[in-house]
């Protein structure tokens, strides 16, 4: 710990962050010891025309700790009309950090690093898990920042979402986010806005399971002792909802991109599939979003098949861990340099939890199979 430093004469001694941070830039063989911002070059003089040449956005989500927000390092500005009620970090420091120390202040690991003091009583900066566990939340507004400012480019901003998330646990039924095939011909469903397919105890046994209601069902295993639970409460609820944070933002991501689905293909009478009601030609986005959700709690989460991709429609692809019967092959590093072994066994977890799946409908999605074709 370092706590004891803070009462001993300043002898050199390092602190466990600097040093965790020393650590990722050998790993990464001195590219993180560079300033962040050096990883975003902007051309200058007359051959730049006024445009820099093309990066792609990264952002890095913290929490800051006095305020519960989120604090965000990035290389373009934090505005507050596109990240609602965030910190910009570097706009708060009044300067560069280096790119180590940018990476670290989105992964500060409770009690494994410490909170980063941003100096001047500006607070401190503690993990982005904190706040949400997914960063979906930053991408849902990033998205929504890139279609209005491209409004009137064509043919305009599709939506390609890849969601990377590593928690082994995640269960098909709640937290596995996934765009469906609507049954009724109408825009994709959402799976964790689906049924689950099993009556609950409130709904009687003479149901049938696509007749239960659709509530959110709990696990009676995960409920903590009544006794054990005085002093387990304040920690498990602050650990619990961090993740259920970031679960409901990708959730928010899976219905942005099924409200944008297009109409269902009509018959050559103009009208729609029997089953799906004729509707305006144009829906307001919160009109969409509620047809979306109301379509999918009449389907099974165990029944419907994954939404087909094609090159113009938007897509998101959700690359997870999750319990299928088999452990995960990788264990979550707690760290952003992966050791060899871990990298070898992503291949296994391609195999798992229908992500193969995924990853060839993200590459129809994106036009990459098409190229490939093309290539051969």
Request: charged share 20%; hydrophobic share 35%.
């Amino acid at each position: 710990m370092d706590a004891p430093s803070s009462f001993l004469p300043d002898l050199g001694q390092g602190d466990r962050g600097t040093t965790l941070e020393r650590s990722f830039e050998n790993a990464s063989g001195g590219l993180l010891t560079r300033p962040f911002l050096s990883l975003f070059p902007y051309k200058t003089g007359p051959a730049a025309k006024g445009r820099a040449p093309w990066r792609p956005i990264l952002l890095l989500n913290a929490t800051h700790e006095e305020t519960g927000k989120r604090i965000i390092t990035g290389h373009v500005l934090i505005e507050r009309n596109v990240f609602i009620d965030s910190l910009d970090a570097l706009h708060l420091l009044g300067k560069d950090v280096r790119a180590s120390t940018a990476a670290h202040n989105s992964a500060r690991f409770t009690y494994i690093s410490p909170a980063g003091d941003l100096g001047d009583k500006r607070g401190s900066v503690i993990d982005g898990g904190y706040f949400e566990n997914y960063g979906a939340l930053s991408a849902l507004e990033l998205a929504r920042a890139a279609r209005w400012e491209l409004r009137n480019e064509k043919p305009g901003v599709k939506l390609a979402i890849l969601m990377i998330s590593s928690d082994p646990g995640l269960e098909q039924a709640h937290e596995l986010v996934r765009i469906k095939e609507a049954k009724d011909g109408g825009r994709c469903l959402v799976s964790v806005a689906e049924r689950e397919g099993e009556p609950s105890d409130a709904a009687g046994n003479s149901q049938t399971p696509n007749e239960s209601p659709n509530y959110l069902s709990l696990d009676k295993n995960e409920v903590e002792n009544a006794w054990i639970n005085e002093f387990l409460a304040p920690f498990q609820g602050i650990k619990n909802v961090r993740e259920a944070h970031g679960n409901r933002a990708a959730a928010e991501l899976a219905v942005q991109i099924c409200a944008e689905y297009p109409e269902p293909p009509r018959s050559a009478s103009g009208s729609a599939p029997a089953s799906q009601p004729p509707r305006a030609a144009s829906q307001s986005p919160q009109t969409q979003t509620a047809a979306t959700l109301d379509r999918a709690k009449n389907e099974n989460v165990d029944q419907s098949p994954p939404a087909a991709a094609s090159h113009e429609n938007p897509y998101l692809a959700h690359l997870a861990m999750c319990m299928d019967g088999k452990p995960a092959p990788v264990q979550p590093p707690l760290g952003w340099v992966l050791s060899k072994a871990t990298q070898d066994a992503f291949v296994d977890l391609l195999n798992q939890c229908g992500n193969d799946h995924e990853l060839t409908q993200l590459e129809i999605a994106l036009g990459m199979q098409a190229q490939q074709q093309v290539a051969r």
